[in-house]
């Protein structure tokens, strides 16, 4: 998938313009600002997730494959203290960080990768690092991106590496997407 091709020719549909509205009952649960370290928000895109986390006082890393995300992402988190970054998720950088904010990454990969996806999220956390995963479990269609999963798909996937320390359907939701996501907290166990 050409992921800069589809931000030049406007091709990203996954773009509601704003945060993902569940991220504001994830933070009811679990205080992002009270995250001493870097939250990591994976193919950020335009930056909506990371912007709104910044303005929450957490420390952010906005990072993203397509330069033309990123650009869109520092005109959207100008004069934030957030860090944007050109990079490649699949390869972990030597510093890690205390949390991960899972919105739209997972879904949009052919779902083959999912295994080297997971590898790759414990190798960013630090040791009990915390992952915040909102899944979207059954999209319009077949093909994708993005491609739907299941519980147990997240299980066997993350099983290794985390354990759940809460889970559960949100109740925000963008418009149609309503019942189809899945919010799930997980702790590096290794």
């Known amino acids: 998938m050409d992921w800069n091709e589809r931000y030049r020719t406007g091709d990203t549909p996954w773009d509601k313009g704003t945060h993902a509205p569940a991220l504001e009952e994830i933070d009811r649960a679990w205080d ?7 939250i990591l928000v994976p193919g950020c895109g335009a930056g909506h997730d990371a912007r709104w986390l910044t303005q929450q006082g957490a420390r952010v890393l906005a ?64 040791p009990r690092g915390v992952y915040f995963g909102l899944f979207f479990l059954n999209p319009d269609g077949e093909e994708g991106p ?18 759940i320390l809460a889970e559960w359907q949100p109740e925000a939701a963008y418009p149609g997407r309503e019942g189809r996501e899945w919010v799930r907290i997980l702790r590096r166990t290794e």
């Open 32 to 38: 992002f600002s009270s995250i001493p370290g870097k």
């Open 63 to 126: 990072l993203d494959i397509a330069p033309l995300a990123i650009e869109m992402a520092r005109e959207n988190l100008a004069g934030l203290p957030a860090e944007v970054r050109e990079g490649d998720f699949f390869k972990p950088e030597p510093e890690s960080v205390d949390a991960i904010f899972e919105h739209t990454c997972f879904c949009a990969i052919e779902p083959e990768r999912r295994r080297d996806y997971a590898r790759a999220a414990a190798s960013w956390l630090a």
């Open 146 to 163: 993005p491609y739907g999963c299941t519980l147990a798909e997240l299980d066997e996937l993350f099983g290794q590496s985390f354990e």
